[in-house]
């Protein structure tokens, strides 16, 4: 009879323990999905984007206290990556005066996050971890100098457990925030 209860009880532990551990699993899955891009996008709807075939970047501002993200070479990425992308939708760049100026910021900060997992004996308790993450935001504006308007405007953040890892998310950051221009005509 006691090895019966035995092999009972370890069964009720080992299923107990196992969906613990699928819950730990869950948690973390879910917490992979909150570190990922997030794109906001905003534009003028009475603006005709069929007549803008010029751009120009006019201003670009790096707020970052990490000097990964903080460079003149961060910079000139952005901007690279800017011009490849308005050219890839037919606008062409220009250095004197254009149909879009483009204005952009880009920062840094650091954030904490708490995640809540299933822990302790029989998975009954909660524990409670403090996650470290860096958060970084591009904001791309595109004004109309003729109306002196802001036309469009994407923000796009990305998060990641090191500053220094956002950087290489730059290119994707700004690719995601050209992916509707120019916006569908209702």
Known sequence: MRILRRAHTRKLFTRLKSHGIAALLLSL?????????????????????????????????????NPALNSELVKKRIE????????????????????????????????????TYPA???????????????????????????THSLVWRTITSEEKSDAAKIEGKLDDMVKKAFEKYPPKQK
């Open 29 to 65: 899955l879910a917490s992979h999905g909150a570190l990922a891009q997030k794109v906001t996008l905003e534009f003028d709807r009475a603006a005709d984007f069929s007549k803008y075939k010029t751009f120009a970047i006019r201003s670009g501002q790096l707020n970052s206290k």
């Open 80 to 115: 690279a990556d800017i011009e490849r992308d308005l050219t890839a939708k037919g606008l062409v760049k220009v250095s004197g005066p254009s149909d879009l100026n483009v204005v952009y910021r880009f920062g840094s900060a650091r954030k904490t996050e708490l995640e």
């Open 120 to 146: 302790g004996w029989w998975g009954r308790g909660t524990q409670v971890v403090r996650v470290p993450y860096a958060e970084g935001t591009l904001v791309i504006d595109l004004r109309d100098p003729s």
